[in-house]
Every structure is written in C-alpha cells, then in structure tokens.
C-alpha cells in the first residue's frame, strides 16, 4: 500500500512538473482588427480587475467611445459622457517607475478622485510615443505587443465634439491564457523577452 501511495505521489508531482508556463494575456476584438497585449504582474490589482471583466465578458456591449489621435483611444464603459459613473467599484492605484505611458501602453482611466484611483472597467491604450505627465498620475496595466496597426487605424478615425468615434467601434475582450511560444507566434517575442527575465 505504502508503495502505491509513493508511485501516486511521484507521478502527481512529474505532471506538476511538466505543465507549461501560461501567461495571462488581454486581446481585444474590433471591426478593424484585434490588439494583444502583455498584463504587467507589477498591477496585480489591475490584472486581476481586468481578468475578472474579461472573463465575465463585461465589455462585449461596449466600445471605443472616445478616440483622440496623438493621444488614447478609451473604451469599456457605457457609451456616453458620463459613462466613468458606471464603474462598480475603484482600484487602488499602483504606479510603477519604470512603466511608463509609451506608444500601446494600456492604463485605467479616472475622475479627479484625490486618492488617483483607477475605475473598474474603463480603460485606454496610448497613442503617442510618450505622454509624462500621465506618469504616475494614471496607472498602466499593459503593453500592446501585436494590433499597433489597429491602434492606429482606430485612432485615426473621424470624430464628434465629444470625441467619439462616428463610426462606432465595438469591443470583444477576452482574458488568455498562453504559454511561451504561441506568444512568440504572436510576435511577442522581444517583449516576452524583455519582460520575463
């Protein structure tokens, strides 16, 4: 008995052993093409938000409802000015020195709260080559590695008064799960590099 109870241990833990390393990684899904990026494990907070929303498929009714070329394009809350209200709850913010507001960095959006927390479930990807003085004022979650054409077409796109888009951009988002190489497929390679060791 006691032999078959060490061979079950053993070979429990060499299939533990032998699973493959996933990392989470957002994707979202527009008319225009599809955005894959990195969720940073220093905003374990946001991560998680953003995992949670994704996973109970929160956006997929929403969009793009804000476009400013040179700037971020913003979505995940309802379509309307107003539309930061919504959130269920806030998120403590959690700024990173090193991670900074570059071209495809992805952030939680805000009111003028005083403790500078992020809402739930909108967010924005930069579309700018640096914008400093969202640096630790905003907290960025993510890294677009694959979908910066898309950025830029989405950021291209005529707009009203209000910045929002004429032609409505939906949103599909969805939180994955993929090991080292179907990331590098992906192209994601050089910041999977970057980013691991």
């Known amino acids: 008995m006691k032999k078959i109870f060490l061979l079950c241990f053993f070979m429990l833990v060499s299939c533990e052993q032998t699973k493959e390393k996933t990392y989470p990684i957002g994707h979202i899904a527009t008319p225009v093409g599809e955005l894959y990026f990195w969720l940073y494990e220093e905003t374990p907070l946001h991560r998680a938000s953003f995992v949670k929303l994704a996973n109970m498929q929160y956006w997929d009714d929403l969009s793009f409802n804000r476009v400013i070329e040179n700037f971020v394009i913003q979505g995940g809350c309802p379509d309307t000015p107003k539309g930061f209200g919504a959130s269920d709850y806030l998120i403590d913010p959690e700024f990173v020195p090193e991670i900074k507001h570059i071209y ?70 969805r939180a994955l799960q993929l090991n080292e190489k179907e990331i590098q497929i992906l192209g994601g390679s050089k910041f999977f590099e970057t980013t691991i060791q």
């Open 104 to 173: 495809g960095a992805i952030g939680m959006g805000r009111d003028d709260n005083p403790g500078k927390l992020s809402a739930g479930c909108q967010f924005y990807i930069v579309h700018d080559v640096e914008i400093p003085r969202l640096d630790q004022n905003y907290t960025i979650f993510g890294q677009v590695f694959k979908g910066l054409d898309v950025l830029d077409v989405i950021a291209s796109l005529h707009t009203d008064a209000d910045d929002a888009p004429l032609e409505r951009v939906p949103i599909l988002v």
